[in-house]
């Protein structure tokens, strides 16, 4: 399985807010056996020798942060077609059933069942009140204001959606190489730094709440989250009307330019700050590393310090080197001595 065959199941499977915990385990099953599979066994994470980071190698903490402060700016952002919302609205708010839904006020004072479910006892009464005082000469008029307001709205609030996806979670990236000059040089300091060795396979088989991990897609053409924008919309406007696709803010997240495919990359998300959004960017998530990997021009300093984190934890210590004879723009890596 590669990484397209992994986007077509992830894409083919849309879990509603309705569901119960029951049906979305059975749901998202061959996303996790799609996983299964394609998972390499050991992932790596490029680190510059901060305090920070250093400090979190050696309590077993890998942090995570809002994909805000990430350096591409089209990461995790929401694509969204304004053009498709404004046109399924205006075509459901025309002057046919304006004229309608006032004929069935005045008959009834009520709206039917399956479209109170949607909306709040306050919000149904104040558009009853609305409809019953409306004139039918002033229905042309009242139709454009609300039409100029929803659009307006709409301009105004999709891009704030956009970016406040991008605080919906927190993401570590890892990468299934250890090997890459690139990597090396602009997520270790220009090989100054150090890179840690990880075994994923129990985050799928334990299944840490609010905790997943997948592998990114890189494409071309960015996700499409109109649907997703338009149900916090709607959210937003104080409807009640249910998600359609509990993981389209994740899909989303996975989505990457084709230019970034040289990274290989795998993103841990965790999602406990969901209903947090505007206070922390950062979060820790407990994880030993199973390897360290030196980078060429690590400073004795630093090797030093991280080679007595290593010892204490018991786990394998590899130098990155360049192998003068070899025509391959490679890192190669040996045994620490």
């Not at 909306?119 to 609305?130: A, G, L, M, R, V």
């Not at 042309?140 to 704030?160: G, H, W």
């Not at 129990?202 to 890189?218: C, D, E, H």
Request: proline share 3%.
């Amino acid at each position: 399985m590669d990484r397209k065959e992994f986007a077509e199941i992830l894409n083919s499977i849309k879990i509603s807010e309705k569901c119960d915990l029951t049906t979305i385990q059975q749901e998202t099953l061959p996303i996790y056996k799609a996983l299964s599979q394609i998972m390499p066994e050991s992932l790596y994470r490029y680190r510059t020798c901060s305090d920070t980071n250093i400090n979190a190698f050696e309590n077993d903490k890998v942090y995570a942060v809002t994909s805000d402060m990430f350096n591409d700016p089209y990461d995790t952002l929401l694509k969204y077609d304004k053009n498709i919302v404004k046109k399924i609205f205006n075509s459901i708010f025309t002057k046919d059933v304006v004229i309608r839904m006032k004929e069935e006020l005045v008959q009834n004072l009520d709206f039917p069942e399956p479209i109170k479910q949607y909306f709040k006892q306050d919000s149904i009464k104040k558009t009853i009140e609305n409809f019953l005082s409306l004139k039918d000469e002033d229905i042309d008029s009242f139709i454009t204001k609300r039409k100029n307001t929803l659009e307006y709205s709409i301009d105004l609030l999709f891009p704030f959606y956009a970016k406040i996806n991008k605080r919906y979670f927190t993401i570590s990236c890892f990468t299934e190489t250890i090997s890459s000059v690139i990597m090396w040089s602009h997520y270790a300091n220009k090989h100054k730094g150090f890179a840690l060795e990880y075994n994923m396979k129990p985050i799928l088989s334990n299944r840490i709440p609010n905790i997943n991990i997948y592998p990114v897609i890189y494409d071309n053409k960015r996700f499409d989250g109109t649907e997703y924008t338009m149900w916090e919309f709607l959210k937003f406007a104080g409807a009640n009307f249910p998600n359609q696709d509990l993981i389209s803010h994740i899909k989303c997240a996975l989505y990457k330019s084709k230019q970034w495919e040289y990274e290989k990359e795998w993103r841990l998300i965790d999602t406990t700050t969901r209903n947090n959004i505007m206070l922390d960017n950062t979060t820790s998530i407990l994880l030993k590393p199973i390897a360290i990997y030196y980078g060429k021009n690590i400073s004795l300093e630093d090797r030093t310090r991280l080679h007595h984190i290593a010892s204490e934890k018991g786990i394998d210590e590899y130098d990155m080197y360049i192998d003068y004879e070899s025509d391959k723009y490679e890192m190669l890596y040996r045994r620490y001595s």
